[in-house]
């Protein structure tokens, strides 16, 4: 499938307006229904070389079946997950570019599986070799991926612009679409998420009567949260016109819009001084190139006294690139940082960093969590969208579980402030003192 | 005072092996009683240096007092502290080289106060400003301190050997010279050392049975904690000669000596793999150059499903040296990093981050301790070194706590696992968690 037969994804009903994107901008492929073409049986090579990608990929307990019911396993031991090829042609673009095409082919249909996705790309994930450095294609890929303002607000409405309906299916109440906070492995999301917003806040130390900046505030459930039970004002910035309606509708419902402003605009353009900086799943769409300009921004807006907070996804190895399938398909223009970049992001614009905790396994957690919405909803995704695109975003879930069980992705959670400002916690039992928020109650954390 | 002038500190009595180190290394000046030169006023040029001197600190409320009486102040309000500069040649070479030259005048008394050295020093650190980069003799000076095998053991043995008995004069019990964790600001230096040592214990998850190692181990104290409260065994690392002797000493009264050995060896001979990793107060004595090495011991010596801690002084900006005097004088060869800087030792190494705490105040409240004890002693360290010794060490522990209490210094306790490791704890709820560890009671931390 050349990139010339991709076009806009037509969506079925619903009031995305996804479809009103720029030309030439990276989209989601037409749904195409495969007519496996079984002509002949594979070569020798073509086996070889279905042995060899096995190979290069760390030989996971993975079989490959070929159109013909041949199958070619790694040595480590009885598969897991069978991969069914359906024909020659596929299982050439995936031993080509197996992290591009491989996630192509499986949302075409080209490739099926028999045992589980998750399984599966545990076991790729759990077996690559640990310090793969990026190749040359996908470096260049970034760069065509900019994030000027221009390429951010593109990159941004290719993803979240979608429609609000698609993501009620499976997102929780307050539409947290990042990383939950799981005070214990067997809670729920919805509790998960409010837990997050009541961890962010309590690492930030909101006082009532404080102001707060939010850079990309998704939805405004943060922003809602801050306002509600921390009696804080908050301005809040976010480049996707479909998210800054929804949320100052609900902003408005819940009587809240006194408090709360969300602005449609880009982290570049923040203006005030504010007592908190907060930043919750943003900074992977910054792109390395504009750290800086983020490092200026909150060293502009944030009081002496201010205490800051940035959550991300990240990585080990700076420099290596997001798998290509997921940056073309998913979120173009995106980059996980490392966490030595995020501190250095922080020293340059002379921050000091108070707090670092890695909450990759609640990113798992959550990820499981949305999966399994994702899936009772399968059918109604289907019906807004079609099956292909059920499939992407299901192999884009359950990569991104996979990545984060294995430790290829992070979430990182920093704190930070003016390395001369004295206003600290003395230590962070504070964090984790009995809930003191109360619905519609102002309050303070529960400081030492 | 020139270079040549320097020479060994003789110490009276105690057990010191100061005298025997290596020709040529950098040395504890002898005392010198000062005789003021008073040859005439101050001309105009002095003057004007004197103030040119007091803005290019930040114009700190600070007096300078000339020989004649002659009083400069800068123009930021009334000054807290006046600094009495009894010659000219004193105020040339301040002025020539303050941050290095400072401390010598000091030390040997041609310059005197007339209010607290904590004022003084607290003024002057809270006005420096933000982003100056180091000079370039600093830099010259860092490579002349080198940290190969031979050059290290030449450097620790300058701090560290110079007498178990002058350091139990003003340490706690344990013999921590590093930074304490105080559960509360009010809690006393005992107890905070105690805590601190409980606080990595449990940052490390240790479990009974479990082998740890040490790199950089001081008088032994967190090695006997960690067995004696959490039933491992330690192999703990050490190229001060005399710490090592005191830590066997201690370790065979207290019949810990079969799950605790002491090792009088560099970090980078560590030999063997271990479940847990830990360095508290190491990394400062590292070196920049030898992070790497450092990086490839943990990764070497760590089992897969190992836990590590580093406990290291820091700073904001990466490459900006010591005080030149501190170095000189007090840790030739020492370096703080930028957290960014430990976070890529790390990165390189292939671990990730797991948690990262800065205890800056808890070291200013350290040092406010330790100043404390050392004036109580003050008396009998000048019975067994001299007046100028005192000054010495009254500056760098005053200096050390104003630089901790600006910001200028930090303190970050790093924790960190293999990516793929999933022995994760759940929250970090277990580490406030009432305490459980009894003494002579091998037990596990709180674990979720």
């Known amino acids: 499938m050349s990139q010339s037969t991709l076009s806009n994804l037509g969506k079925k009903g619903g009031k995305s307006s996804a479809e009103t994107s720029a030309p030439g901008h990276p989209q989601v492929p037409r749904a195409i229904v495969v007519q496996p073409e079984r002509t002949g049986r594979p070569s020798r090579f073509e086996k070889w070389m279905a042995r060899r990608m096995l190979q290069a990929i760390g030989s996971p307990p993975v079989a490959l079946v070929l159109w013909d019911g041949d199958v070619v396993c790694s040595a480590a031991g009885p598969p897991k997950v069978s991969v069914v090829i359906h024909d020659r042609a596929t299982l050439l673009k995936i031993a080509v570019n197996p992290?591009?095409?491989?996630?192509?082919?499986?949302?075409?249909?080209?490739?099926?599986?028999?045992?589980?996705?998750?399984?599966?790309?545990?076991?790729?994930?759990?077996?690559?070799?640990?310090?793969?450095?990026?190749?040359?294609?996908?470096?260049?890929?970034?760069?065509?991926?900019?994030?000027?303002?221009?390429?951010?607000?593109?990159?941004?409405?290719?993803?979240?612009?979608?429609?609000?309906?698609?993501?009620?299916?499976?997102?929780?109440?307050?539409?947290?679409?990042?990383?939950?906070?799981?005070?214990?492995?067997?809670?729920?999301?919805?509790?998960?998420?409010?837990?997050?917003?009541?961890?962010?806040?309590?690492?930030?130390?909101?006082?009532?009567?404080?102001?707060?900046?939010?850079?990309?505030?998704?939805?405004?459930?943060?922003?809602?949260?801050?306002?509600?039970?921390?009696?804080?004002?908050?301005?809040?910035?976010?480049?996707?016109?479909?998210?800054?309606?929804y949320a100052r509708r609900r902003a408005a419902q819940e009587r809240l819009d006194s408090r709360v402003q969300f602005i449609e605009d880009d982290y570049r353009n923040i203006q005030g001084r504010f007592d908190a900086f907060v930043s919750v799943g943003m900074l992977e769409h910054v792109g390395a190139d504009h750290y800086d300009d983020l490092g200026r921004v909150i060293g502009r807006c944030l009081q002496n006294h201010g205490r800051g907070l940035i959550h991300s996804i990240g990585q080990i190895h700076a420099g290596r690139p997001l798998n290509p399938w997921i940056r073309r398909r998913i979120f173009p223009g995106a980059y996980p940082p490392a966490l030595s970049e995020m501190v250095q992001l922080l020293e340059s614009a002379d921050f000091s960093v108070l707090d670092v905790e890695n909450l990759r396994l609640h990113y798992a957690k959550t990820l499981e969590h949305w999966l399994q919405r994702f899936e009772a909803s399968a059918g109604a995704v289907a019906n807004m969208f079609d099956e292909r695109f059920v499939r992407m975003w299901r192999l884009y879930l359950a990569g991104s579980r996979s990545s984060f069980l294995a430790g290829v992705l992070h979430l990182f959670q920093i704190v930070f402030a003016r390395p001369r400002s004295n206003d600290l916690p003395w230590t962070r039992a504070f964090l984790y003192a009995a809930p003191q928020a109360q619905a519609g109650d102002p309050c303070n954390p529960a400081m030492c």
């Open 99 to 245: 992290l591009f095409n491989f996630g192509e082919a499986y949302s075409n249909g080209q490739v099926e599986l028999e045992g589980s996705l998750g399984d599966l790309l545990d076991a790729f994930y759990s077996n690559l070799p640990g310090s793969r450095s990026p190749g040359l294609m996908a470096k260049t890929e970034n760069l065509l991926e900019g994030n000027s303002l221009r390429g951010s607000r593109l990159n941004i409405h290719h993803h979240y612009d979608i429609g609000d309906d698609f993501f009620e299916l499976w997102l929780d109440p307050e539409m947290q679409y990042t990383c939950a906070y799981y005070p214990a492995p067997g809670a729920g999301l919805e509790e998960a998420q409010l837990a997050k917003m009541e961890h962010v806040c309590r690492k930030l130390r909101l006082k009532a009567g404080e102001t707060v900046v939010e850079a990309g505030c998704g939805w405004g459930g943060l922003a809602r949260y801050m306002a509600r039970h921390y009696g804080v004002t908050v301005r809040a910035y976010n480049i996707s016109h479909s998210q800054v309606e």
